[in-house]
């Protein structure tokens, strides 16, 4: 924590010093839940700083004064009002640029702080928008933009740039954490569009609900080091689908989008061109369906597998865009 908080101390240094300053956490923090949020509140601080050098002056709003109320779990908190339409029931105190950081809510009643989970920023951001009555959500990170597979797993990976977001929900109920799965609940709910991408471009991948697939529009979503016969945990808390029970150095590639329904599982199909590369013992498993195709094969192919896989399948493609 010292070290973190130099780093912070050495930015805000060579930003003049300016904004809200460093904050402490709470001395009262039996559940460490101060400490936990006190990264989000020290990047706070640094990033109204640099508003303040380039002549901005933004409001800092607690999430509980924009209505991110939670029931009393310290880490894994859920709002206690989720807002269901897009009419603005909140607003900021007052107009103009408002910071509020995410990855926590208040607690009703008592206003401390409660970690809403992993993953959760974006799950903070979409519920202000829906409570405020925005248009969009942009979220930019290292992930550039919604991706045919992980870039890190396969760095052959493309951008797609627009999606619906019942694809988006299939590949996060596949496994996949972009987004936050409640996140993802309250845009369904709602007219608001989700922009991804990342901070070199504004260019990324824009989702709404009502864009209509291409119907060759394939994702790659795949787990590996699953324990076998189990389920394991994403960042967002949620279940992911079970490893084929009874299997060791087992992992899963699931196939999403509605390209899938033209694709056959036998010998002609998927597992066919991954025994003709030379990958043996790949199954198809329960949970496939119209749009959806999961397989498991040994962790030691998994990445040939899914290489192979996604050349194949998963679209869009570079002569698919232009």
């Known amino acids: 924590v010292e070290e973190q908080i130099e780093r912070h101390l050495r930015m805000l ?32 601080a640094v990033m109204t700083a640099a508003m303040l050098e380039i002549g901005l002056d933004p409001e800092i709003v607690e999430p509980g004064d924009l209505g991110l109320l939670t029931d009393a779990d310290p880490w894994g908190a859920r709002p206690r009002d989720l807002p269901r339409t897009s009419v603005p029931t909140a607003r900021p105190a007052r107009a103009g640029l408002v910071l509020v950081p995410g990855f926590y809510g208040n607690e009703a009643g008592s206003g401390r702080r409660r970690i809403l989970g992993r993953n959760s920023s974006d799950l903070s951001a979409v519920f202000f928008a829906a409570r405020c009555g925005a248009a969009r959500v942009e979220i930019v990170s290292r992930a550039r933009a919604l991706m045919t597979a992980d870039p890190l797993f396969l760095p052959a990976a493309r951008p797609i740039p627009q999606a619906s977001l019942a694809h988006l929900e299939a590949i996060s109920r596949a496994g996949s954490p972009v987004v936050h799965r409640e996140a993802i609940a309250l845009l369904m709910a709602s007219d608001i569009e989700l922009v991804l991408h990342g901070l070199e471009s504004a260019s990324g991948s824009i989702i709404r609900r009502d864009v209509v697939d291409d119907p060759g529009l394939v994702t790659l979503v795949h787990h590996e080091g699953r324990d076998p016969g189990g389920s394991s945990r994403r960042r967002d808390g949620e279940r992911q689908d079970p490893a084929p029970a009874g299997e060791e150095g087992v992992g899963t590639i699931t196939l999403v989008g509605p390209g899938v329904r033209s694709m056959g599982a036998g010998e002609d199909g998927v597992t066919g061109l991954l025994e003709r590369a030379g990958i043996p013992a790949v199954r198809v498993l329960p949970g496939s369906t119209d749009g959806r195709l999961r397989l498991s094969t040994r962790s030691t192919d998994l990445r040939a597998a899914a290489a192979i896989l996604h050349e194949a399948f998963c679209r869009p493609r570079p002569s698919d865009r232009s």
Do not use: K, Q, S, T
Not at 18 to 42: K, N, Q, S, T, Y
């Open 13 to 44: 240094d060579e930003l003049g010093g300016r904004g809200p300053g460093l904050p402490e956490p709470e001395a009262d923090d039996p559940e460490g839940v101060e400490a936990a949020a006190l990264g989000e509140r020290l990047a706070l």
